[in-house]
């Protein structure tokens, strides 16, 4: 039934895509994600899938937390199921030739039941703990960017923070929150 | 739950150890270069990565049947705790249920089906092959004898077995080492019913054991602590009261450690002390009327007639009977060690007679809801059926679940002689290795099942992860289909699953079964009753030849009768009595140790009149009565998985192979002894045995426990220079200004824990419950000994006379005690030890450089130094081969060489709590967190809480008069408070 | 004041010419025995590297270590060369405000020792912690972590007074040296005369240049001075911060300097007896300068064998305590073979040196200090080891302790690093301080008339 439920939620957000895409003529000019054409000169790790936030997350400005719907109530945000993905593009086939190779890759992946093996970005070290929900918690719902970067306009995922303990420190000075160690440290 | 590919994942993602500087993490983020991610293909709903999910299920580590809760992460489970809706255990776990994980996840479990080729070699197979040719031996050996030999199966796979077997003309054997043939027996000769009753030690206001170790392995061990600590834990109070509790027999066990006096009688007089109360009992008046047929067989046995015998002398029968008596409403039981000696039934109907006359019958033993050890068969059954086999009318032999071959001497060769041997095995034990066809099973954890421990109570199995072992199947579905059944083994259970009224199956599967009660039926005294001990002396049946002493073997707690033996965490778990981790010993007495002049560590030579002999190591302890020698069961194993191979002695080879007049087993025998000169170290957790924990266990009599009132504080006896206490004030400002940095915690708290040593028994589930939790390493035989063992929670036992003279031993869990003046802390150089602003003395695994300063200054010992890297991959210290580290707890980071690690009150745990709570705008609870100590602890011995809520158990517990702080006067105020242990009788 | 009875000379035979050139033939073409030695040393050095490098792999599980003996060899081994250390500051620094012109023949051989077992101790720390390869979170220095070390750890502490005091004795044995390489400089030829021409840092020996040298050198020595009290009571203080019966003392400063002078004092002799002999300084070092060593021995040698009464009273005197029992596990425990040998080799022996015959008896006097060496070893061994093993707060966990092939093979590497440097230097610098030999001389008169009677 975890299907069902899926694709029913995936199907209302395409046509909400599609509605959104409608108005797009009187509605205020939308964030057009950018044609890729040379892809070696981007930042970050080459993906199995050429996934782009930047035309799931804001060109059809889907929500961080529609794909990474843990990241409210646990540590970990979760990697989207493959399932999520077909959610909708069991519909969805992609309007340009390079994103539909892309997509085709997806629909692979889901009959073979061999899920793409993504290219960790964003690693910490196995001795500290970072617990998600608490920061959007504090941060409010959009703050992914803070340690992720715009990825809402990012076509492929690079690290653009350092992640290392003072940047987390200089972070937790400004806010004036713990910096007790066994916070993040057990 | 899960597919392929988490395993996969887990697989690459735990290959991450530590390279260089990063510690590692069980949770995998580690310094691997280019690290993968393998999203689910289908997420299962109840999955949240980074929330653990719980399913119920029942542990079948023995037949007690307790309920358990299988914690899991991301598909795989990493914890086992007692399940709260078990009538059987309420939510507490024992060592060996916490342990069964290291069964699912032992490295050297079975991946394939094996068969024996022409050279007697096993190699691979196919499953269709395999049970091909099972199907075709069957078919064969049609009315030529098919043997089916399991555990003590009170379960629809049991049923299922004897369809199979009634359908292919075989017969369904059940065997179990440690069968309480005498129990049912002796409740057959003095009830005339063999049914094993259920005991309530909970109601009991007096209890007396004669030799049952009810807190180890005994029944339902889980049940009865509970029951125990709940009667015999000091209640304050208006009426303030504890049930008294005396252990009567040869060797002190755990049950011998927790008593309030230890009888060490005469081994087999067990029943003459019994018949001796029971008469003093009836002459003060008050038995049941129809006691009065046993008055002749109770004049025989006077106490003044059986003090030689038992080696009581008579005032103490008196005494102890007038107690008994007088108590209304005590418990006896029989078994153990009394249970198994050639008279073993007559004492066991002796003990009945006692109660009976004591009128407990019907109160605190309960016919009606009978347990399910009553259906387990017999010894004399399976030496029937060796006779069988080496007769040769047996064609076909299949076991599952049981492992005659390790703990019967002759049946190897019995079974030789069989043509055709198939088992069912996780492991390639004694057993599996001889058979001709051996088939993977699946773990309990992995498959379906249920278990019906008592009459009422019908517990539920169900999967808690997918197959570790991607090829095995499970039992049940491989009978089911052998046993031409449509459907899965799942669905069988499920058919013979009956609904109690409104109840689906759906909601049994997730509270762990349907639990009811049957109703207590009444018995009355049975025919026969008086006509036991009409024959020969009773010790006379173990009256041996000159220079002969007793030998009593005695299940291991944690080993039990072998089958934990291949579990680190049971290997290196400190034996309750001895502490002793990886070896047998033979326990002896200082005065028969000084008589031979051995000493701890030299080796005996034990050889009985069969001719059989046993090289085991000395460990000299007044807990045991002199002239008498006691060996724990477990080790010595053959083959079965690289932690059980070739440790020392398999004490069940000295057994008599002969089953005795009640169909059971003998477990005493008489041997000579000859002492050789070779000698080893002990691999104990034990370090000077002649202190006697002075200024560690504070003791109190049950009468001034009583007469203590709120506020007084008995034990306060600190002088601390009053500057200190400006000093303290103001330090502690200070850490309440940080905690209010950020507010992660909602008040300044002072994490806290009380431990009550009165409901203590020394069992050590916490000890292991703490292992599973904190990714402690498993260090070995050679490193223990040592003395490199980490075990942040240890339990110390020190045997100390009393003031008339008898032995007695105490307890007490030693962990860290968070300490508000920590000694450790301000010698670290580098702030890895340091105080957090909730009060807990933290430890930065990540920080340590290892100076071990830390661990000088520490008064208590308990921060422990990681000498290796225990996670290196196929290094020589490795403590979790995988797939064992699959079981490694995310949330707590796995240390590397070179750090200090120590108790942090489950800090992952405290971090969780907050977090939830924070996310849920509301303020942390009392009982929101709790350790895994306490959540294991089957006698509610430990309670967490924060010292600063006025409103909390572990506030009020700490206000308690008994409570007291070790070594208090070195003020470092620990964050554990521990209420004195208190002792019925007049002296403490 | 008639100075021909001068102290560190005997008779007139001695010159100012005599002096030079004996020292100078300490320098010069090494012997096969030199070589011999120098091998060995590296030797044990080399036993040492391998023990370090297993450990570095697989752990310091290597060594003998228990539960609860956190610590053992390697820091017994710390300490005792910090102590080792002490003499040389004292001889130099205080003898010399002290003007104790005796010192002058052996100063330079005790300043060197200091060095060298400066450096050896400093090992030791690094060696014994867990995580070598994070020894510098030790350092104070500033990061974005924002992270200092504990400046309440005594260990902190520690890493600042060895600091210094390497510092400190280094530059002093330097300063000493400049006018002496200078004067084996313009006897010397070949590489020798660069590397002198190069250390002497254009010494000339004039007026000038004396007047600030013996200016800055006495600077120095009052600045030194204060070093020789504060190092080993800080080390001392790794042990009486801490809370462990037998550590936890007062009297720990006090007894712990003492004894530190006390084991240099043996070491500058264990060493310059055979130094004199392959070098041909009897007529510089002559056994008057034994007899004052032997009485310093004496004296610092009481006053340890004063401290260990003091130590054993209190615990007598304390009644039932934690202390009493640790005192009782010393005497009498299983390690009572330990006890005891500190107690002869530190308390006990020496008093022989009451008698001038065994003062002024090289053989008796190098047996004595290598049994006082011995035996300053063991105290730091005891006071470690054995009261960690036998800690009567939780006596659930009282136990052994074996050193294995890790703590030895240490332990030799440090002794191999030692005796490689020394040797070194010997054989390189002047060993006995040319110029301040010839200050305690009858300055020569021309027309070769000898000395004013």
Not at chain 2, 91 to 104: D, T
Not at chain 3, 293 to 317: D, H
Not at chain 3, 383 to 391: C, F, K, R, V
């Amino acid at each position: 039934m975890t299907m069902h439920g899926g694709s029913r939620a995936a199907l209302a957000l395409v046509l909400l895509i599609g509605a959104t895409q409608a108005l797009a003529a009187q509605a205020a000019p939308r964030y057009q994600a950018p044609q890729v054409t040379d892809t070696a000169r981007l930042k970050g790790p080459r993906q199995p899938i050429f996934f782009r936030h930047d035309i799931h997350a804001g060109q059809d400005q889907i929500p961080c937390m529609y794909c990474h719907y843990t990241v409210k109530v646990s540590t970990e945000p979760g990697i989207p199921s493959l399932q999520t993905c077909m959610g909708c593009h069991q519909l969805i086939s992609g309007s340009t030739p390079p994103h539909q190779a892309e997509i085709a890759k997806v629909r692979k992946a889901w009959s073979d039941k061999q899920p793409p093996e993504w290219i960790r970005v964003h690693t910490l070290p196995g001795f500290v703990h970072f617990p998600h929900m608490r920061h959007i918690k504090a941060l409010g719902d959009n703050a992914c960017a803070t340690c992720h970067g715009d990825i809402a306009h990012t076509t492929q995922v690079a690290q653009v923070q350092t992640l290392r303990m003072g940047w987390c420190i200089r972070c937790h000075v400004e806010k004036k929150v713990t910096r007790d160690c066994t916070v993040c440290h057990y | 739950m899960v597919d392929g590919m988490n395993r996969r994942r887990f697989l690459k993602v735990l290959g991450v150890t530590g390279g260089g500087a990063a510690v590692v993490a069980g949770c995998g983020i580690g310094p691997e270069p280019t690290e993968h991610l393998i999203p689910y293909l289908v997420q299962s709903e109840d999955e949240v990565p980074g929330v653990p999910t719980f399913y119920a299920s029942t542990c079948r580590e023995c037949a007690a049947g307790c309920g358990i809760l299988v914690k899991t992460r991301e598909g795989r489970a990493i914890k086992i705790e007692g399940n709260p809706a078990s009538p059987i255990n309420a939510g507490r776990l024992c060592a060996r249920g916490q342990a069964s994980l290291q069964g699912l996840y032992n490295p050297d479990r079975l991946t394939d089906p094996f068969a024996k080729d022409a050279s007697g070699k096993l190699g691979k197979i196919t499953w269709e092959d395999a049970l091909g040719r099972l199907t075709g031996k069957v078919k064969d050996a049609k009315g030529k004898g098919i043997v089916f030999i399991t555990g003590l199966e009170a379960s629809s796979f049991g049923d299922l077995v004897d369809e199979w077997m009634k359908h292919v003309g075989g017969r369904h054997v059940t065997y179990e080492p440690f069968a309480f043939e005498a129990l049912r027996e002796g409740n057959r000769m003095a009830f005339g019913t063999a049914a094993i009753p259920s005991y309530d030690f909970a109601s009991a206001k007096y209890i007396l054991s004669f030799g049952a170790d009810f807190m180890e392995t005994w029944l339902s061990p889980v049940a009865f602590q509970h029951g125990f600590s709940s009667a015999h834990g000091f209640q304050s109070g208006r009426d303030a009261q504890m049930a008294k509790f005396v252990a009567v027999s040869p060797r002190m066990s755990l049950e011998g450690l927790n008593a309030d006096e230890w009888i060490g009688v005469i081994p087999g007089s067990e029943g003459l002390l019994a018949l001796a109360m029971a008469y003093v009992i009836q002459k003060s008046g008050g038995a049941p009327g129809d006691a009065g047929r046993l008055s002749d067989l109770l004049n025989r046995h006077r106490p003044a007639l059986v003090a030689d015998a038992t080696g009581v002398d008579a005032q103490t029968i008196e005494r102890l009977a007038k107690e008994f008596g007088g108590a209304k409403g005590g418990l006896a039981v029989a078994g153990g060690m009394a249970a198994q000696y050639p008279n073993g039934a007559e004492i066991v109907a002796a003990v009945n007679i006692l109660n009976y006359v004591a009128g407990n019958v019907g109160k605190t033993v309960k016919f009606g809801a009978e347990l399910a050890h009553g259906q387990a068969g017999s010894y004399r059954e399976l030496t029937g059926l060796m006779a069988d086999m080496t007769a040769g009318t047996v064609a076909v032999l299949i076991t599952h679940g049981a492992n005659p071959a390790y703990s019967v001497s002759g049946f190897t060769a019995a079974a030789g002689k069989v043509p055709f041997r198939v088992a069912f095995a996780t492991m390639l034990d004694e057993t599996a290795s001889e058979a001709d066809l051996v088939l993977p099973d699946l773990h309990p954890l992995e498959q379906w099942g249920d278990s019906r421990p008592r009459a009422g109570i019908f517990a539920l199995q169900q999967p808690a992860m997918q197959p570790v072992q991607s090829n095995a199947r499970g039992a049940g579905d491989v009978v089911a289909s052998l046993a031409g059944k449509t459907g899965s083994f799942k669905d069988y259970v499920q058919g013979r699953w009956r609904a109690p009224k409104g109840q689906t199956w759906a909601d049994a599967v997730q509270h762990g079964g349907s639990f009811g009660e049957a109703p207590s039926t009444s018995t009355r005294l049975g025919a026969d009753a008086g006509k036991i001990f009409a024959g020969a002396p009773a010790t006379a049946a173990l009256a041996g030849g000159k220079e002969e002493y007793p030998v009593i073997v005695y299940p291991h707690y944690a080993l039990y009768d072998g089958r934990g033996a291949n579990k680190p965490w049971l290997q290196e778990l400190p034996h309750p009595v001895s502490k002793i981790m990886w070896q047998s010993w033979v326990e002896l007495h200082p005065d028969t140790a000084a008589k031979w002049a051995v000493e701890n560590g030299d080796y005996l030579l034990i050889k009985t009149a069969s001719g059989s002999t046993a090289r085991v190591t000395v460990w000299v302890t007044p807990s045991i009565r002199p002239g008498v020698l006691g060996i724990p069961t477990g080790q010595g194993h053959a083959t079965y998985g690289r932690y059980a191979e070739g440790r020392d002695v398999n004490a069940f080879d000295l057994l008599p192979a002969a089953a005795n007049s009640y169909g059971g087993r003998t477990f005493t025998v008489m041997a000579s002894v000859e002492v050789t000169r070779d000698h080893r170290y002990l691999a104990t957790l034990e370090g000077d045995p002649r202190e006697g924990g002075e200024s560690i266990i504070e003791l109190l009599t049950l009468g001034k426990a009583a007469s203590l009132h709120a506020g007084q504080h008995p034990f306060e006896e600190q002088e601390v220079p009053t500057y200190t206490d400006s000093a303290e004030a103001g330090w502690a400002a200070a850490q309440r200004e940080k905690t209010e940095l950020g507010n992660y915690v909602t008040r300044p708290t002072r994490w806290a824990m009380a431990i009550d040593l009165s409901k203590c028994t020394g069992c050590s589930a916490c000890v292991t419950a703490c292992y599973a939790e904190n990714n402690i390493a498993t260090v070995g035989e050679e490193l223990t000994r040592r003395r490199r063992f980490l075990p942040w929670m240890r339990i110390e036992r020190y045997f100390n006379k009393s003031e008339s003279g008898s032995v007695r031993a105490v307890t007490t869990p030693m962990l860290c005690q968070q300490c508000a003046d920590a000694p450790c802390e301000p010698v670290c150089p580098v702030f890895a030890a340091y105080h957090t602003p909730d009060g807990l003395n933290g430890q930065v695994y990540n920080r340590c450089v290892g100076t071990r300063y830390c661990a000088n200054n520490c008064p208590y010992k308990v921060r422990f130094f990681n000498w290796f890297n225990y996670a290196e991959r196929g290094g020589d210290h490795e403590a979790w081969p995988t797939p064992l580290d699959w079981q490694l707890n995310p949330d707590v980071t796995v240390r590397e060489k070179g750090v200090m690690e120590k108790c942090t009150f489950c800090v992952q745990r405290i971090r969780f709590a907050e977090h939830n709570a924070r996310v849920e705008d509301r303020a942390l609870k009392d009982g929101d967190i709790v350790p895994a100590c306490a959540q294991g602890c089957p006698s509610d011995a430990i309670v967490f809480g924060d010292l600063n809520d006025p409103h909390s158990r572990v506030h009020a517990l700490s206000e308690d008069p008994r409570g007291y702080h070790v070594l208090q006067d070195l003020n470092t105020k620990p964050g554990i408070t521990y209420l004195a242990r208190v002792i019925a009788g007049a002296e403490a | 004041m008639a100075q021909t009875a001068a102290p560190g000379t005997s008779g007139a035979r001695v010159t100012y010419d005599y002096v030079t050139r004996v020292i100078n033939n300490t320098l010069g073409n090494p012997s096969k025995g030199y070589f011999a030695l120098l091998g060995v040393a590296v030797g044990l050095l080399t036993i040492g590297i391998i023990c370090l490098l297993f450990i570095l792999r697989y752990g310091l599980g290597l060594a003998g270590y228990s539960h609860p003996v956190y610590w053992a060899v390697f820091i017994t081994c710390f300490v005792f060369w910090v102590g080792i250390a002490h003499s040389g500051t004292l001889i130099s620094a205080i003898l010399f405000l002290f003007r104790s012109a005796w010192r002058t023949a052996v100063y330079r051989v005790a300043e060197a020792m200091t060095v060298f077992a400066v450096m050896t101790a400093g090992l030791f720390p690094l060696i014994h912690i867990g995580r070598q390869w994070y020894f510098y979170w030790l350092v104070p220095y500033p990061n974005e972590r924002g992270l200092w070390p504990n400046f309440k750890s005594p260990l902190i502490w520690d890493e600042f007074a060895i600091g210094t005091y390497f510092t400190v004795s280094t530059v002093f044995l330097i300063m000493g040296l400049i006018p002496d390489i200078a004067a084996v400089r313009d006897l010397a030829t070949g590489w020798r005369k660069k590397l002198y021409a190069l250390t002497s840092l254009g010494w000339r020996g004039t007026n000038e240049q004396w007047r600030h040298y013996s200016r800055g050198y006495l600077y120095l020595a009052g600045l030194a001075t204060p070093l020789v009290l504060s190092v080993h009571s800080v080390v001392s203080w790794d042990f009486a911060m801490a809370q462990v019966p037998a550590w936890h003392e007062t009297i720990f400063a006090p007894y712990f300097v003492a004894g530190a002078i006390y084991s240099g004092v043996a070491m500058v002799i264990s060493l310059l007896v055979p130094i004199r002999k392959l070098f041909h300084l009897e007529e510089v070092v002559t056994i008057s300068h034994f007899e004052n060593l032997a009485k310093l021995c004496l004296l610092t040698g009481m006053i340890v064998g004063f401290a260990y009464a003091t130590e054993y009273f209190i615990a007598w005197y304390s009644g039932p305590t934690p202390e009493n029992k640790a005192f009782w596990y010393r005497a009498f425990g299983p390690f009572w073979w330990a006890g005891w040998t500190m107690n002869v080799c530190n308390w006990f022996l020496p008093w022989i040196l009451w008698f001038k015959k065994v003062r002024t008896n090289l053989t008796a006097l190098f047996v004595i200090s290598i049994f006082v060496n011995i035996g300053m070893w063991f105290e730091r061994f005891v006071i470690i080891a054995i009261h960690l093993a036998g800690e009567p707060f939780e006596p659930f966990v009282k136990a052994g302790y074996n050193p294995t092939w890790a703590d030895w093979g240490i332990m030799a590497g440090s002794f191999g690093w030692f005796f490689m440097w020394f040797l070194l230097f010997v054989k390189n610098f002047p060993a006995v301080s040319i110029s301040e030999v010839k200050e305690v001389l009858p300055p020569p008169v021309r027309h070769g008339k000898g000395a004013h009677a």
